[in-house]
């Protein structure tokens, strides 16, 4: 049994392989042997699609050529960079790893496994691609293109999203993976997964591992690689209310251990289901503050949309424009501050808020 599973795995590897040096992908940062280069792909890139990070990347390059060069930039100058690819913690993490490499590596990307592993927002699968792509060491990648490759010529039926299904999966990449020349492997098995043995409709009938394919010859190719069931994604439902008056708007940082930390955004009232303008425009902050202000209010109809990984925010937005902010009431002159339009381009706004401002032309109403 030990010498037929070593035979097919060694079928398996030397057929991607072949296959890999005829149906290589283009890519930026594809080849590429800077860590720092490849580490800022890679976190770009998780729960990215790579058309999506493809300009990011780029910009990230011209803008911070070396690690060296993104520690010493402003926190809100890289988050604004980052604007619109979501998961802020990722920025966040990023900036914190750019950081400990300049002060406990000075400015050198590590070339050791545990300690790329050690940094802020990298996980085994990063720290793999890293030490793999960059300096050649033999640790496999393991992402869902690789999971579920594996699941389907191997007949793996355990669940790629569990403990025990994490750690076979893991042990089984590093068994195939050619340990002699790791990052093209690694490419490999990638490439294979992103284009041939995709989600939906794998392109079974040209596939060089169709004979040996436990999925094909089973007919399981669409159950195979099995995920338990994920947590009830929760609803949310915001109510910005856009405060502005004489150019100016008022916003403040978010803090604390929900979404979008350090992003930047309007009053916010939050519901467990959107009440009607009518009856919301009676709630006592929102009341006092038109009445106060003899204000002009503007709703607007359209409920904009943000799915999180186990969250769906929807919003909407009310926009008050103000004579005076002296009758504000005390919340808002307290946590919130005024901004001119020009200084709003400076501040990173989650992609929802992002969405409403290009939507209502927000920049120039605001003068």
Same mark, same amino acid.
């Given at each position: 049994?030990? =010498? +037929?599973?070593?035979?097919?795995?060694? !079928?398996?590897?030397?057929?991607?392989?072949?296959?890999?040096?005829?149906?290589?992908? =283009?890519?930026?940062?594809?080849?590429?042997? +800077? %860590?720092?280069?490849?580490? !800022?792909?890679?976190?770009?890139?998780?729960?990215?699609?790579?058309?999506? *990070?493809?300009?990011?990347?780029?910009?990230?390059?011209?803008?911070y050529p070396t690690v060296t060069d993104l520690a010493k930039a402003e926190e809100q100058e890289v988050f604004r960079l980052w604007q619109g690819l979501g998961y802020?913690?990722?920025?966040?993490?990023?900036?914190?790893?750019?950081?400990k490499i300049v002060i406990e590596h000075q400015g050198k990307f590590p070339g050791i496994y545990e300690h790329i592993l050690a940094l802020p927002g990298v996980g085994?699968?990063?720290?793999? =691609?890293?030490?793999?792509?960059? #300096?050649?060491?033999?640790?496999?990648?393991?992402?869902?293109?690789?999971?579920?490759?594996?699941?389907?010529?191997?007949?793996?039926?355990?669940?790629? @999203?569990?403990?025990?299904?994490?750690?076979?999966?893991?042990?089984?990449?590093?068994?195939?993976?050619?340990?002699?020349?790791?990052?093209?492997? @690694?490419?490999?098995?990638?490439?294979?997964?992103?284009?041939?043995?995709?989600?939906?409709?794998?392109?079974?009938?040209?596939?060089?591992?169709?004979?040996?394919?436990?999925?094909?010859?089973?007919?399981?190719?669409?159950?195979?690689? /099995?995920?338990?069931?994920?947590?009830?994604?929760?609803?949310?439902? #915001?109510?910005?209310?856009?405060?502005? *008056?004489? *150019?100016?708007?008022?916003?403040?940082?978010?803090s604390g251990q929900d979404i979008w930390q350090n992003l930047y955004e309007f009053p916010l009232f939050e519901e467990n289901e959107f009440s009607e303008i009518s009856?919301?425009?009676?709630?006592?902050?929102?009341?006092?503050?038109?009445?106060?202000?003899?204000?002009?209010?503007? %709703?607007?109809?359209? /409920?904009?949309?943000?799915?999180?990984?186990?969250? /769906? /925010?929807? =919003?909407?937005?009310?926009?008050?424009?103000?004579?005076?902010?002296?009758?504000?009431?005390?919340?808002?002159?307290?946590?919130?501050?005024?901004?001119?339009?020009?200084?709003?381009?400076?501040?990173?706004?989650?992609?929802?808020?992002?969405?409403?401002?290009?939507?209502?032309? #927000?920049?120039? @109403?605001?003068?």
């Amino acid at each position: 049994m030990i =010498a +037929d599973q070593a035979k097919k795995n060694h !079928l398996f590897t030397r057929t991607l392989l072949r296959w890999e040096k005829k149906n290589t992908r =283009a890519m930026p940062w594809k080849g590429e042997k +800077d %860590p720092y280069k490849i580490w !800022l792909s890679e976190i770009i890139l998780q729960q990215t699609r790579v058309e999506q *990070g493809k300009p990011y990347y780029e910009r990230f390059i011209q803008k911070y050529p070396t690690v060296t060069d993104l520690a010493k930039a402003e926190e809100q100058e890289v988050f604004r960079l980052w604007q619109g690819l979501g998961y802020y913690n990722r920025c966040k993490n990023m900036l914190a790893a750019a950081h400990k490499i300049v002060i406990e590596h000075q400015g050198k990307f590590p070339g050791i496994y545990e300690h790329i592993l050690a940094l802020p927002g990298v996980g085994e699968y990063t720290a793999a =691609a890293i030490a793999s792509f960059a #300096f050649g060491l033999p640790y496999a990648v393991v992402d869902g293109n690789v999971q579920r490759v594996l699941a389907r010529f191997f007949g793996i039926r355990e669940a790629v @999203n569990n403990g025990r299904g994490k750690k076979i999966f893991a042990s089984l990449a590093q068994e195939v993976l050619e340990k002699k020349n790791p990052a093209v492997w @690694n490419q490999a098995i990638m490439d294979f997964g992103a284009t041939v043995c995709t989600p939906q409709k794998p392109d079974c009938t040209t596939c060089l591992l169709q004979k040996d394919c436990f999925a094909f010859q089973q007919k399981m190719v669409n159950r195979l690689p /099995i995920k338990t069931i994920r947590a009830k994604v929760i609803k949310r439902y #915001f109510t910005y209310v856009v405060i502005s *008056g004489r *150019g100016k708007v008022y916003i403040h940082k978010r803090s604390g251990q929900d979404i979008w930390q350090n992003l930047y955004e309007f009053p916010l009232f939050e519901e467990n289901e959107f009440s009607e303008i009518s009856e919301f425009l009676q709630k006592k902050a929102v009341h006092d503050l038109l009445h106060e202000n003899s204000t002009k209010c503007f %709703p607007s109809f359209r /409920i904009y949309k943000q799915p999180l990984t186990h969250q /769906i /925010i929807y =919003a909407r937005f009310l926009h008050i424009k103000i004579k005076t902010s002296q009758t504000l009431p005390k919340n808002i002159q307290n946590d919130f501050f005024p901004v001119s339009t020009g200084e709003l381009k400076r501040y990173a706004f989650p992609k929802i808020i992002l969405e409403y401002m290009i939507d209502t032309n #927000f920049m120039k @109403n605001l003068k």
